[in-house]
């Protein structure tokens, strides 16, 4: 958020929950942020019933983040980039073991109720796609330069153990999904198998054409460096280095 700010960005986050939970709101707010909203902000779903939880669907929250980009159009701060971080809570557990069963998961030998449990989470996958590709769809229509970005920050959990993964990785446990898009031209995503995580912000960054503080140009370095990799990379010593760098007293990211 430091790094944005200096670049001149108004910075928004969307919310599917209370505000007051875990206290997020105002954690958000002492990150930075400009605004923090959640769905009941919008007026649009004064009619529908329900607190946040129950109103914040993926394909209303896609909608909210369309109608939040347009208006900052028209806003007095329409000549700053947007930065928009929303998050999505429908496909997160617990997924139902009396789900009827799909894909023919029930013919695979794993547990009926992970059959199940596994065609809940399937089926919030796809509609999370739907309002996904939505948004993705609106932004490549955009006359100004867009750029949509989606990660998840975990992997399902179905109160018993998921099949076994094909991986060779050294913790297939941890294997998320992210995705760029943009709807300008010049934007090469490495392609590389992997790639940790820590390093989503630098090549957000990096496509974004941000000013990059010493953080970022750290990430940025070490990620070109071991393609992806960190605490898996093979040059254990640069791995040992970065940290102490990205840790030190120097760039002033921990607390005193």
């Known amino acids: 958020m430091r790094l944005l700010k200096s670049n001149g960005y108004h910075a928004v986050v969307l919310m599917p929950t209370f505000k007051r939970f875990y206290d997020a709101g105002r954690v958000y707010e002492k990150m930075g942020f400009d605004e923090v909203l959640t769905l009941r902000d919008f007026h649009e779903y004064d009619n529908v019933p329900g607190d946040e939880w129950d109103i914040a669907t993926s394909p209303r929250l896609g909608e909210a983040a369309a109608k939040l980009i347009r208006d900052h159009r028209k806003s007095p701060d329409a000549d700053k980039p947007l930065f928009l971080y929303m998050l999505s809570i429908m496909e997160h557990a617990p997924y139902s073991r009396r789900t009827q069963v799909t894909y023919s998961l029930d013919r695979t030998g794993i547990t009926p109720s ?34 949509l970005c989606y990660f998840g920050d975990h992997q399902a959990y179905f109160e018993e153990p998921p099949p076994q993964y094909r ?62 990799k960190l605490d898996d990379c093979e040059d254990h010593q640069l791995v040992e280095s970065y ?14």
């Open 114 to 147: 992970l059959s199940s449990r596994l065609s809940d989470y399937i089926g919030r996958l796809k509609v999370l796609s739907d309002a996904v590709n939505g948004l993705g769809r609106f932004l490549q229509s955009d006359s100004r330069v867009a750029m």
């Open 167 to 228: 991986y060779t990785l050294p913790d297939p446990n941890f294997i998320t999904q992210y995705r760029l898009r943009t709807n300008f031209p010049g934007a090469e995503v490495p392609q590389t198998p992997t790639m940790d995580i820590a390093f989503l912000p630098s090549l957000v960054a990096d496509l974004a054409g941000v000013t990059e503080d010493r953080h970022f140009t750290a990430l940025s370095a070490m990620r070109r460096l071991c393609a992806g």
């Open 243 to 256: 940290k102490g760098y990205v840790y030190s007293d120097a760039l002033g990211l921990l607390p005193k």
